[in-house]
Structures are given as structure tokens and as C-alpha cells.
């Protein structure tokens, strides 16, 4: 924030920057700016209606709209988590460990709802070694606390598992897709909005 006077600006308030803006006529254009972005490293973008109001709000303000790389991958369940104590879910499934084929990423995504929580407590058995559809925003590499990949903010696709596959995508196989997806453009599904 500038405070402007008569010769010029006076101060700058250290705790508020002014971020690159960039104006778009059309989805295409607003996707191509994410992707710029996405290579840089960076999550995305955000969209703003022009003549919109700003609202201190996470969410629930029409005139904004987060833009971020998301990517589907099958992993295999190896693990049934408890719920945190607690938590509404304590002592309840409250995620499920999911891997590559190759066990080179490992992932807890938590699950989805009620009603799928209480059908793996029901038969927990069930759930595991079936392959699962995971929707996440970026691949997190090994660390000191962790000598495996990781994925971040991952979470189910789906209620449920795929009947239709069994076997998972290996950790090559989502490195790809991701690489696909960040040099992609638009998503397949808004193509069609963003012509």
C-alpha cells in the first residue's frame, strides 16, 4: 500500500506488496497466464472480476477464482489410518495409505465421507490392495523426515475405489502425468468453455 502526497509516494506499508497483474479477455488466456506460472514453480493464479469487490473471506466470494494445476493418478491402499484424536473421526477410519506400484510414493488421503467410513469399518479388509483415483496439486520429493515421494493435497476422486483397474501408476507414470498436465493448457473438460 502507497501513501501518495503532493511530491510523490511517502511511505510503503511493510506488511503489503502489490503482486503482478495481468488482464485476460477469455478462460484460454486466463489458463495460459497459470501455466506461465505453473513452470515458473508457482501453485497458479487467481481471477478477479475487474469490477468486483475484495472480501477478507477463504471462500464464498463470487468475484474470485482460484486457478491450480490438479492431477488424477490410480494409487493402491495399503493402510487404513484411524482418525486423529480428538476429531470426529477418532478411532474411525480417517484416511487410508495409498502407494505407487512401485512403492516409491507413499500418500495418506484422508476419506471422503460418512458413508465410506463407515463401510471400511465395517470390513476394512476390503479396502485394501484396490486401486483408487487420487486428485492432487504438486508431487512433494523425498525430505529428511520422509525418504519416499509424497504427494500434496491429495484427496479422493471418488467415494469409493476402481472396480475397473488393478494396478496402480508407478512413480514414473506420475511424474509424467503431472509434467503433461503442468504443460497442458486447459483441462480437457473446460476446452469447450474456454473456445
Known amino acids: 500500500m502507497q501513501l501518495a ?12 506488496r502489490i503482486i503482478p ?5 477469455s478462460l484460454a488466456e486466463a489458463y495460459a497466464h497459470c501455466n506461465e506460472l505453473q513452470l515458473q514453480g508457482k501453485e497458479g493464479t487467481v481471477l478477479k472480476n475487474g469490477a468486483g469487490f475484495w472480501k477478507d473471506t477463504d471462500s464464498g466470494n463470487p468475484d474470485v477464482v482460484k486457478l491450480k494445476l490438479e492431477v488424477d493418478v490410480d494409487l493402491i491402499s495399503k493402510g487404513i489410518v484411524a482418525g486423529k484424536d480428538s476429531t470426529k473421526n477418532e478411532g474411525r477410519a480417517g484416511s487410508i495409505t495409498m502407494e505407487t506400484s512401485d512403492g516409491l510414493l507413499r500418500v495418506d488421503v484422508t476419506v471422503k465421507n460418512e458413508k465410506l467410513c463407515d463401510a471400511i469399518d465395517a470390513n476394512p ?22 525418504d519416499l515421494h509424497s504427494l500434496f493435497l491429495p484427496r479422493m476422486v471418488e467415494a469409493g475405489y476402481r472396480i475397473d483397474k488393478s494396478e496402480a501408476d508407478s512413480l514414473e ?4 502425468q503431472f509434467d503433461n498436465a503442468s504443460r497442458g493448457g486447459v483441462p480437457a473438460e473446460l476446452e469447450k468453455v474456454a473456445a
Open 5 to 16: 502526497a503532493a511530491g510523490g509516494v511517502v511511505g510503503v506499508a511493510p506488511s503489503v
Open 21 to 25: 497483474t495481468r488482464i485476460v479477455h
Open 125 to 146: 479388509e476390503d479396502f485394501l490392495g484396490r486401486v483408487w483415483a487420487v486428485r492432487f496439486n504438486s508431487i512433494m520429493k523425498p525430505s529428511p523426515s520422509n
Open 173 to 176: 507414470s506420475v511424474f509424467e
